[in-house]
């Protein structure tokens, strides 16, 4: 079983809430090339950005990454990545690590992290990773994706609600402290092909379409989800102007 991994990086032009914000300038690249620096920088053997533009393509030129030109008619960036490993004509049991194009600060050691955590189970197909929750209201924020693992680190549910329900904790009203049982869901994902493959191949399903969660599809099919806690601190993706100053201030600060 292969140790090595490529990445593909979804990129959408349009955006609901930030338009075009894939190419917005900060600290004099666009925040699609911060990322692919960044991912660059971690173990993968090829990386790709799966592209709908060619503005796109073009913020890509001068790396070692490779744009590839996909539909613009994708729902998701899951959809994305599918296309281009048709394309590419991968094998089954290749990894690939997605990371979305919204996130310039993504640490490299947790690309890897993701990637490891398939090349050390090769009987599974897809793995995440997840943070303890810092804040009270994160609990209950709908944003907030949270997870619940067995004993096995295999993900038994996904919701945007507080799970687990603390009973005693809540009948006293919302917790001003927070717990280890709670725990955020990143989306960095690691995928064999043939997970990626299967999932391309079943229709939307019911839990997914309740929680706008796309992985719950796989676990509503039988395919596993492991995870483990993430080695290095993950910002948030960039959806809100808020996000782009917050993301400008820091890798200001680091270039100062």
């Known amino acids: 079983m292969s140790s090595s991994f490529t990445v593909i990086i979804p ?21 699609l090339r911060h990322v692919v620096d960044r ?16 503005q796109l393509a073009e913020t890509v030129v001068g790396t070692q990454a490779t744009p590839i030109m996909t539909s613009n008619d994708h729902s998701s960036g899951t959809d994305r990545i599918v ?21 310039p600060l ?24 997840y943070s303890e ?17 067995n004993s096995d680190s295999n993900a038994m549910y996904f919701s945007r609600a507080p799970i687990p329900w603390d009973r005693e904790t809540f009948m006293e009203g919302e917790p001003t402290e927070v717990a280890s049982h709670w725990r955020r869901h990143l989306g960095i994902y ?16 019911r839990l997914e379409q309740i929680e706008c969660l ?10 596993s989800i492991v995870l483990s806690e993430v080695v290095e601190s993950v910002s948030i993706g960039v959806d809100t102007p808020q996000d782009l100053a917050r993301v ?7 270039n100062n």
């Open 214 to 223: 796309e992985q719950l599809r796989f676990l509503e099919n039988g395919i």
């Open 11 to 31: 990129a959408r032009l349009n955006s609901t809430r930030l338009p075009g914000k894939l190419l917005l300038p900060i600290e004099g690249k666009s925040m």
């Open 190 to 205: 690691a995928y064999r092909v043939w997970a990626l493959q299967e999932f391309a191949s079943w229709s939307p399903s």
């Open 133 to 149: 929750i810092s804040y009270p209201e994160e609990v209950f924020d709908p944003n907030v994706v949270k997870v619940v693992l």
């Open 39 to 54: 991912v660059l920088m971690s173990d993968a053997k090829h990386v790709y950005v799966a592209v709908d533009d060619k």
């Open 248 to 254: 400008r201030e820091v890798l200001a600060r680091r």
């Open 106 to 129: 993504i640490p490299p050691s947790v690309v890897n992290q993701a990637a490891q955590l398939l090349i050390d189970r090769p009987s599974l197909g897809v793995a995440s990773l």
């Open 83 to 103: 296309e281009v490993l048709r394309t590419l004509n991968a094998d089954a049991n290749d990894i690939v690590v997605n990371v979305q194009g919204d996130e």
